[in-house]
């Protein structure tokens, strides 16, 4: 008889508020162990795109910004390939890593990441997706790491041709994906609850 | 970058009730860090099943060893030295190979080198808590380093967390991603905790609780706890949904 024999997943735990001693130990003064931490640069001088900077903060249901969160980051590059081994279409710009860390500063929950706005990639039915960040959340207090979406304003057209954006059955909520923009800053706060709680995913 | 041996097929949907849910009110921060609203449910697209690869080159020497990596030439730090290995696996049981595992703990006192952590226990300066390794083609890990002590948290009065070593995964895509804890076997604590208890199923506790495996310990130097960790699995790509003639 055939069996079923799976392996369950190991349960996930929270990230706890001490996070950086593993991920991210230069930025709490915790030297000497790695020369740099991972995933803080993304790019160099070769990188090919427009050159962005994503800033926001991560609120908990009072409206308190998160001290101790650290995010990261995963996205394709300025011409819509991701350097991953797993991307067929083609070669990414060898000078973009793609994947961004950073922890939020301690005092004011600030993050902010340094890297280039991403091409379309597409849907798994071959229609464009608009471009877009994948965001990766933890903290103490988070049990299971959330993840959600930035989109970027002025693509309006291909927002609302965008097959993920699409599925948000609230459409008062889809405003909770798109980052503001002001030259190239862009500002995306998350909030974990309330009432502009941001649209989390289940991928 | 080499090309995967494997598929890069969309991963298998988490269960998350066997997760902890993000709202465990004994775990009183998780309270006003939950989501309220019901998750957006994704099928993966190519920004999830793909991932960052990590080399084995960008390893230190001791980076690995957290018994010497953050001590002055000729010291170690002081505890109990063990050595914790195991493998990464998927949901098929098939090796996850070039996984980054990082691992950060509070030395063998319960102390953390945060800057945030004043608990009065002292620091020990040949102890930093911080390494990382990458699985090799069987999804083999090992790293070295001292047992971590217990210590009290704010949470209830009375709260404490069992010696744990905090575990952050990295397989082959971003939807993957994973950061768990590490207890060990017989630990008093491990029932009692309000972390450990924001999972359900003690079937899922026990993956989290390492063994003694005394066929590993080294003798007269330090004894080694086994520990394997269960990524998501991912389905072949053969079938998936493409539009007609593509």
């Given at each position: 008889?055939?069996?079923?024999?799976y392996?369950?997943?190991?349960?996930?735990q929270?990230?706890?508020?001490?996070?950086?001693?593993?991920?991210?130990?230069?930025?709490?003064?915790?030297?000497?162990?790695?020369?740099?931490?991972?995933?803080?640069r993304?790019?160099?001088?070769?990188?090919?795109?427009?050159?962005?900077?994503?800033?926001?903060?991560?609120?908990?249901?009072?409206?308190?910004?998160?001290?101790?969160?650290?995010?990261?980051?995963?996205?394709?590059?300025?011409?819509?390939?991701?350097?991953?081994?797993?991307?067929?279409?083609?070669?990414?710009?060898?000078?973009?890593?793609?994947?961004?860390?950073?922890?939020?500063?301690l005092?004011?929950?600030?993050?902010?990441?340094?890297?280039?706005?991403?091409?379309?990639?597409?849907?798994?039915?071959?229609?464009?997706?608009?471009?877009?960040?994948?965001?990766?959340?933890?903290?103490?207090?988070?049990?299971?790491?959330?993840?959600?979406?930035?989109?970027?304003?002025?693509?309006e057209?291909?927002?609302?041709?965008?097959?993920?954006?699409?599925?948000?059955?609230?459409?008062?909520?889809?405003?909770?994906?798109i980052?503001?923009q002001?030259?190239?800053?862009?500002?995306?706060?998350?909030?974990?609850?309330?009432?502009?709680?941001?649209?989390?995913?289940d991928? | 970058?080499?090309?995967?041996?494997?598929?890069?097929?969309?991963?298998?949907?988490?269960?998350?009730?066997?997760?902890?849910?993000?709202?465990?009110?004994?775990?009183?921060?998780?309270?006003?860090?939950?989501?309220?609203?019901?998750?957006?449910?994704?099928?993966?697209?190519?920004?999830?099943?793909?991932?960052?690869?990590f080399?084995?080159?960008?390893?230190?020497?001791?980076?690995?060893?957290?018994?010497?990596?953050?001590?002055?030439?000729?010291?170690?730090?002081?505890?109990?030295?063990?050595?914790?290995?195991?493998?990464?696996?998927d949901?098929?049981?098939?090796?996850?190979?070039?996984?980054?595992?990082?691992?950060?703990?509070?030395?063998?006192?319960?102390?953390?080198?945060?800057?945030?952590?004043?608990?009065?226990?002292?620091?020990?300066?040949?102890?930093?808590?911080?390494?990382?390794?990458?699985?090799?083609?069987?999804?083999?890990?090992a790293?070295?380093?001292?047992?971590?002590?217990?210590?009290?948290?704010?949470?209830?009065?009375?709260?404490?967390?069992?010696?744990?070593?905090?575990?952050?995964?990295?397989?082959?895509?971003?939807?993957?991603?994973?950061?768990?804890?590490?207890?060990?076997e017989?630990?008093?604590?491990?029932?009692?905790?309000?972390?450990?208890?924001?999972?359900?199923?003690?079937?899922?506790?026990?993956?989290?609780?390492?063994?003694?495996?005394?066929?590993?310990?080294?003798?007269?130097?330090?004894?080694?706890?086994?520990?394997?960790?269960?990524?998501r699995?991912?389905r072949s790509?053969?079938?998936?949904?493409r539009?007609?003639?593509?």
């Amino acid at each position: 008889m055939t069996k079923l024999e799976y392996l369950k997943e190991s349960p996930s735990q929270t990230a706890g508020p001490y996070v950086h001693i593993g991920c991210t130990p230069n930025f709490i003064g915790n030297t000497g162990i790695f020369k740099e931490d991972l995933g803080a640069r993304m790019m160099n001088e070769q990188t090919k795109g427009q050159r962005i900077t994503i800033k926001g903060r991560v609120f908990d249901g009072t409206g308190t910004p998160l001290k101790d969160a650290m995010l990261e980051i995963w996205q394709a590059d300025s011409e819509g390939l991701f350097n991953s081994p797993s991307e067929m279409r083609g070669e990414a710009d060898p000078n973009f890593t793609g994947w961004g860390r950073q922890p939020v500063n301690l005092d004011s929950g600030e993050f902010c990441f340094e890297t280039v706005k991403p091409g379309a990639v597409p849907f798994p039915d071959g229609r464009p997706q608009a471009p877009h960040i994948n965001f990766w959340i933890v903290a103490r207090g988070i049990n299971l790491g959330l993840n959600t979406r930035m989109y970027f304003p002025e693509e309006e057209e291909a927002n609302a041709a965008d097959p993920v954006l699409g599925r948000v059955e609230h459409r008062v909520r889809v405003s909770t994906l798109i980052a503001k923009q002001s030259g190239d800053t862009y500002t995306f706060d998350i909030y974990i609850q309330g009432d502009n709680e941001t649209v989390f995913f289940d991928i | 970058m080499s090309k995967p041996t494997t598929n890069a097929g969309p991963f298998f949907p988490r269960d998350r009730n066997w997760h902890p849910p993000a709202l465990s009110p004994n775990y009183k921060t998780s309270v006003l860090r939950s989501p309220q609203k019901a998750l957006l449910s994704l099928g993966n697209t190519i920004s999830e099943t793909t991932g960052p690869v990590f080399g084995h080159n960008m390893l230190g020497e001791l980076d690995h060893d957290l018994v010497q990596n953050y001590a002055k030439p000729g010291e170690s730090a002081q505890g109990e030295r063990i050595i914790v290995h195991g493998h990464v696996l998927d949901e098929e049981a098939k090796p996850v190979p070039n996984a980054l595992v990082e691992v950060w703990q509070a030395n063998a006192g319960g102390r953390y080198r945060h800057k945030k952590d004043d608990y009065l226990a002292p620091l020990d300066p040949n102890f930093g808590g911080c390494g990382r390794v990458i699985t090799d083609e069987n999804g083999y890990y090992a790293f070295r380093t001292v047992r971590p002590g217990p210590y009290p948290w704010p949470n209830g009065v009375n709260d404490w967390r069992p010696s744990h070593i905090h575990f952050s995964l990295f397989g082959s895509g971003f939807a993957q991603r994973l950061i768990t804890q590490m207890y060990f076997e017989g630990d008093p604590h491990i029932p009692l905790c309000p972390i450990v208890r924001t999972i359900n199923d003690p079937a899922a506790i026990e993956m989290l609780v390492a063994k003694l495996d005394m066929n590993h310990c080294v003798p007269m130097d330090a004894r080694a706890y086994r520990f394997d960790i269960v990524l998501r699995g991912r389905r072949s790509t053969m079938f998936e949904n493409r539009m007609e003639g593509n």
